[in-house]
């Protein structure tokens, strides 16, 4: 089970290796979000994205026979960039599954962090047959991009760091806005601030709304399609099993935003905080600006996820400035 | 005169005022450049550039009196940022003279960080004796851009925290470059590394590099032409009486790029770092990318200066990539 203490032992493991990530604020975002607002920069951390944290401390925590084996995952993004990175630092071999028709960048940056890259046939092949061949035949262990009580621990950093951050600042009661796919990153912010008066909040996009839903509910309930908005860094089938239940405990209402929200926020980090971050990475700034009412109190914190967006998406994003 | 002590002091005033600033890498430059870079990211800095540290410390050590008065500048870029913020954090009135052809919203933003704007045409209008005129009658001081011994002290604090970082990193000997206009960035970063065997090293715009030309000749040399570069944030006349004999005692040779890498080096940035520079900001990564052959040693420190940049300029260095 993944607990404030496990998430203490993932900040000691994970001191020096993952970046401090700053929190970054502007007079020009408090006027607009009429409170101030911080910005937790996890799009600076290496690979561009929270998810190095998780994939490090998972590794860490693998029996020396399992680690010198290697690691596996499936991913064309964020996660498979964390994981390529943390293998290739801990000296061990990593083969991540991604799609053929995945951005050809994406591959390259993956294979340049020291990654066996294995592409498949979305059309036609099995991505998990084609995973659990490899995984039993070399003996590589499978690193799940959220539902792995390891990983909740490594991304729960953040929100240890954004508990000592607010607490510095004086701010003892705010709101944590959390873009939220999986949950990971969200059930560890919230476990990660479990000392504190700070509730942690998903952020998703109108349509996949998967986490509010579910927690409106009770109970998890899936998205009813996975494609169809510009933050796909954040868009999953369902929260997981073992992330649902720490949100349902932990977490404060869900909250949307469009996509056209997401770009001006993507456009807004840009003008007034000098960071690149993703439409997926951008949600929860763009709550914080753009949906105040739902939000109380004087201070929000909003965590930043990534960064990983390419220039023509970036360009779409100034466009609205 | 400033010194390694008095940037020291200005440390502590600045402490909890400026951002402590990241120093970020990544594998992707490290390749490009065939050695370790680091870049220290002060685009991240309260008002996008670094000025505000010598801003702060200069409106710090004013006599009460004079503080109460308030302060005035002349600058249609990051100075007048700077000056702005921390004459309104001070509670002080602060007067920035700006060309009336400066950009909308740099007068927009200047103003609404406190600052009373006070504009003049370049054409028919003696900007200094306006200066003179609103000084006198109001008490207000003046507080240079780079020449006055305050502002150096003040950015130097920028060099003490590269040779704390660059220590914890085990880089003993390494060239620091830094994006250079009238030298007040790179004069107080050299005498902050002054107990390191870090080199400062100018870097300007090909076509203004009077810094480069100056320390060659032994004695201050001017620019030919003041417009014609996209790095308009670091062109200035020729380096100042205070700053350049600190930069002829401890600088490195400088170097100079073209504006073509600059824009290189900012779409770099925001694809490696996920960060937002702007031109003038980004010679140094510049020339450690693409003048590698000009350095020694198996690690570079750039400097970030800034990332006070538009959104058509940006686009236009995104479409280098």
């Not at 954040?234 to 929260?239: D, E, H, Q, V, W």
């Not at 935003?257 to 949600?283: H, M, N, S, W, Y």
């Not at 996820?305 to 390419?310: E, I, M, R």
Request: aromatic content about 4%; proline content about 4%; hydrophobic content about 45%.
């Amino acid at each position: 089970m993944s607990t404030l203490a496990r998430i203490k032992q993932a900040a000691a493991v994970l001191n020096g290796v993952a970046r401090r990530t700053p929190l970054l604020n502007s007079p020009f975002l408090d006027e607009i979000a009429g409170r101030r607002v911080f910005v937790k920069a996890e799009c600076l951390q290496h690979t561009g994205s929270f998810k190095l944290r998780g994939a490090w401390f998972a590794i860490s925590q693998l029996s020396d026979e399992d680690r010198a084996r290697g690691v596996i995952a499936f991913s064309s993004g964020n996660h498979a960039q964390g994981v390529a990175y943390a293998a290739k630092a801990a000296g061990i071999p990593s083969v991540i599954i991604m799609p053929q028709d995945a951005p050809a960048l994406k591959i390259a940056n993956t294979r340049a962090l020291g990654a066996e890259v294995v592409l498949y046939d979305r059309a036609t092949e099995d991505r998990d047959a084609i995973g659990e061949k490899l995984s039993s035949a070399r003996g590589l262990t499978l690193i799940k991009p959220f539902d792995n009580t390891d990983v909740i621990a490594g991304q729960g950093t953040v929100g240890l760091e954004i508990a000592q951050d607010a607490a510095a600042l004086g701010i003892t009661h705010a709101d944590v806005l959390v873009c939220c796919g999986g949950g990971g990153l969200t059930g560890g912010v919230a476990l990660g601030l479990s000392e504190t008066d700070l509730r942690a909040r998903p952020v998703e996009p109108v349509g996949f709304d998967d986490v509010a839903r579910s927690l409106r509910a009770g109970t998890i309930e899936g998205n009813a399609a996975l494609t169809g908005s510009i933050c796909d860094a954040i868009i999953t089938p369902a929260p997981g099993n073992l992330t649902f239940p720490i949100m349902a405990q932990r977490c404060g209402p869900g909250m949307t935003v469009t996509d056209d929200e997401a770009l001006r926020a993507v456009a807004l980090a840009f003008q007034r905080l000098k960071i690149v971050v993703e439409p997926g990475g951008a949600v929860s700034l763009a709550a914080a600006l753009f949906h105040a009412d739902q939000i109380e109190g004087d201070a929000v914190i909003c965590v930043a996820t990534g960064g990983n967006v390419d220039a023509e998406m970036f360009t779409r994003a100034l466009g609205t400035l």
